[in-house]
């Protein structure tokens, strides 16, 4: 029941900067960690950032010193500053996040969720 949308996408040149957002509504509890992955044209989806609350981050080791997840918790958001991008970076954005929730008796219910993505276009 939980629904994300991400934003921030649009065409940048190389060496520039976007900060993507991925906001969650709907039922949302006990959210647990935050993950950016990507996907180029004719390639896989890859993981790009892991942001675990609480915890730490994790990122994609091409995108690391680039890359920045972040969240606000109270706006139920998370963040990825993409700084220095490069070509290779254009791809379609996605988000996802991983919570609890709890049924009648008490007993926590992983749920996970995915948003539908945003695109970045790196080019000059």
């Known amino acids: 029941q939980v629904q994300l949308v991400e934003s921030g996408g649009g065409l940048v040149q190389p060496g520039g900067s976007l900060r993507l957002s991925c906001a969650a509504s709907g039922r949302i509890s006990s959210i647990q960690a935050w993950e950016w992955y990507r996907q180029a044209p004719g390639s896989q989806r890859e993981l790009v950032a892991t942001l675990k609350i609480g915890g730490g981050t994790d990122y994609k080791d091409s995108v690391k010193g680039r890359f920045t997840i972040s969240a606000d918790s109270a706006k139920s958001t998370s963040y990825l500053q993409i700084d220095s991008v490069k070509p290779e970076d254009t791809a379609v954005y996605s988000c996802?996040?991983?919570?609890?929730?709890?049924?009648?008796?008490?007993?926590?219910?992983?749920?996970?969720?995915w948003g539908q993505g945003t695109q970045v276009t790196v080019s000059s």
């Open positions: 996802a996040v991983t919570g609890l929730d709890y049924d009648y008796s008490g007993s926590p219910i992983a749920y996970r969720s």
